[in-house]
């Protein structure tokens, strides 16, 4: 959708797919910008189309709602795919082309087609990227535009296929640590409700036969099965309510981002693997753009924004701001006191020997190595955690209700 402006009225513009035929009875197919359907008949019979349908299209647009769905593992595949393409010598707008008709996904098809449309309008690759800032973050935009202006575009595309694909891989591991406890936990919080709803109250209309006096435990399942068929809606209502909240804060404020950060930091185990990942996140982003020949001060505000930690994020924000007014590196990540030592003490061999990219590589290799086996680790560490809360849990339910069953049983 566009808007034009006429007589100091805003008129909403809409892409129309029309079908219809010409003077000589051909049938034609295309899209048309217009404001309604009647206008863009009208202007369709005025280019000597007689038109037999015309619809509004769907909103699939690559400014709009189509970005929103283009996923990051979309933009490794395509950094990859566009990498391979240049090593091979294929021209750059032909290999736009060859991965627009080679893609399943309608946003990427678009945006590519796009970018395409501008490269061959004289833009720099650089350019036309910053056309999509929600497809293409400052990191990418600055290493493609570094490429350009060294002239080591195939190079450098090659970097970013690289660190894409780490930083995926990286996050996959990140989501995979927190979703699957998360996920337990919502399971059996979801068993235990059903239960008490459902099943306890099947079981206290038998005991009230035996008008006997239930065992205790018995009796606070029943009174807590009570208590849940008269309050569930806020029982369950009240943590999606919280969860829907802390995710819509998280993204909108930077209050309850930072608190939520800090507080995962904080978090056992779970903490760990977060400050590794971020770690290796700034290693790796640092290294890639500083081997792109990107100064350091301006490499930092791309650094900030892949940190994946806003706690991380304004300490390197921090850091920017130390080197700018002339210290070393190593000397403002220590004063941050969020970098583990060994990954200091090789950023300042890095810096005194200069070979500080290769440095942050290794740096990069090592945390991601660690992350994976943290992960790894928490696996097998939660995977009996969580059959114990769950066997204690269910199980204890279950046994509360067969205990009068069972005294009633010894007594005959």
């Known amino acids: ?156 595309l090659n970097k970013i296929a690289v660190y894409k694909e780490k930083s995926e891989i990286l996050k996959t591991k990140i989501k995979k640590a927190m979703m699957y406890p998360a996920g337990i936990l919502v399971v059996a919080f979801a068993v235990t409700v059903i239960l008490l709803i459902f099943v306890v109250p099947q079981f206290q209309a038998l005991f009230s036969s035996f008008g006997a ?59 760990n693997i977060l400050r590794k990942a971020a770690v290796a996140r700034f290693a790796r982003t640092l290294g890639t753009m500083f081997a792109a020949g990107v100064p350091l001060v301006e490499a930092m505000d791309s650094v900030a924004g892949a940190a994946g930690n806003q706690v991380y994020a304004d300490a390197i924000l921090a850091i920017r701001d130390d080197i700018s007014t002339g210290q070393q590196l190593q000397t403002a990540m220590m004063q941050s006191k969020l970098f583990p030592s060994m990954t200091v003490q090789m950023v300042a061999i890095g810096e005194e020997s200069g070979s500080l990219d290769s440095m942050l590589s290794k740096v990069a290799d090592f945390y991601e190595r660690e992350v994976d086996d943290a992960v790894d680790n928490l696996s097998s560490l939660m995977e009996p955690m969580i059959m114990v809360v769950l066997g204690v849990l269910i199980g204890g339910l279950v046994l509360a209700m067969y205990m009068p069953i069972f005294q009633m049983g010894s007594v005959f």
């Open 213 to 271: 006096e239930l065992p205790a435990l018995t009796q606070m399942v029943v009174n807590m099965s009570a208590f849940v068929q008269q309050w569930w809606l806020i029982i369950v209502g009240v943590p999606i309510l919280a969860i829907v909240f802390l995710v819509k804060g998280k993204q909108r404020s930077k209050k309850i981002n930072i608190f939520l950060d800090r507080l995962f930091l904080r978090l056992p185990i779970v903490g």
């Open 1 to 156: 959708m566009a808007v034009d402006v006429k007589q100091g009225k805003a008129v909403k513009q809409f892409t129309y797919v029309w079908d219809g035929t010409d003077r000589r009875g051909a049938r034609h197919t295309g899209e048309i910008v217009g404001p309604t359907v009647a206008l863009v008949k009208a202007e369709l019979r005025r280019q000597g189309i007689a038109p037999i349908k015309v619809k509004k299209k769907p909103r699939v647009l690559f400014g709009s709602d189509s970005t929103k769905k283009i996923k990051s593992k979309d933009i490794a595949i395509f950094s990859r795919q566009l990498a391979t393409m240049m090593s091979a010598g294929v021209p750059l707008v032909q290999s736009f082309d060859i991965i627009s008709k080679g893609n399943e996904h309608p946003g990427m098809q678009k945006m590519v087609t796009a970018l395409k449309t501008d490269i061959e309008g004289g833009s720099s690759l650089g350019q036309a990227l910053r056309k999509h800032p929600r497809t293409f973050d400052d990191l990418f935009c600055n290493l493609v535009r570094a490429g350009e202006q060294a002239g080591i575009l195939e190079n450098l």
